[in-house]
């Protein structure tokens, strides 16, 4: 079964806005991931975010992680129509398990 | 971070016939992957592809139905076999080492 919970399953803003997409999960966890998915083939590795950081960034992104309420979120700055595409967050161990992602439509 | 090299890109298949896909990392790696992505969904594991030994399957996927090999630390395959068209599904491989996950390109099945 799938670890975590992405929402909104579906998101479209206009081109310029920040993008906002949340996830949670269920068990304890050592790291979290974000991945991309363009048009549903390879997936790019955006990020990891470790247990014990709480915020970390690159260039336009900006992922938090909150082991209390087994949640993090990734927010995309400044939204470009390439930012278009799905994303997931995923963790584990010895595997990694995927959420169920979000699809994110940007607007010209 | 390791490079998969996944083949076919995409396939369509006669129900009842199987298809192997490949995949082969440009170093050794530890631990390999394979999902599957149905039809605007997220990834599923299918199983962990073990060198040397079975592979370690999730629930709900059996070895009789998705064949896995795994003959070295570089190359996997998964067979999709006895193919209906609830198969039809995107198929990728995952490696794992010491600079994290690489995923490859994806295998676009269509069964009809």
């Known amino acids: 079964s799938q670890q975590g919970e992405e929402d909104p399953q579906a998101l479209s803003i206009q081109e310029g806005e920040n993008a906002t997409m949340n996830c949670s999960y269920k068990?304890?966890?050592?790291?979290l991931q974000w991945y991309r998915q363009n048009s549903g083939r390879g997936l790019v590795h955006l990020i990891l975010i470790r247990s014990n950081e709480r915020e970390k960034h690159s260039g336009r992104l900006r992922v938090t992680l909150d082991t209390s309420k087994k949640s993090s979120s990734l927010l995309i700055t400044a939204s470009r129509a390439a930012d278009t595409a799905s994303y997931f967050c995923a963790s584990g161990d010895d595997k990694i398990i995927f959420g169920k992602g979000t699809r994110l439509h940007i607007l010209p | 971070s390791a490079v998969i090299s996944q083949k076919p890109s995409r396939d369509i298949c006669q129900r009842g016939t199987s298809l192997t896909i490949q995949c082969q990392v440009d170093?050794?790696?530890?631990?390999m992957f394979w999902y599957r992505q149905q039809p605007g969904q997220s990834l599923t594991l299918i199983a962990t592809a073990n060198q040397g030994s079975e592979a370690t399957y999730e629930s709900g996927f059996v070895i009789d139905k998705f064949p896995i090999s795994r003959p070295n630390l570089t190359f996997s395959t998964l067979t999709v076999s006895n193919m209906s068209p609830e198969d039809s599904s995107i198929y990728l491989c995952?490696?794992?080492?010491?600079?994290?996950?690489?995923f490859g390109s994806g295998t676009r099945l269509t069964v009809v």
């Open positions: 995952s490696s794992f080492n010491l600079y994290g996950y690489t």
């Open positions: 170093s050794q790696v530890t631990m």
């Open positions: 068990t304890s966890i050592n790291n």
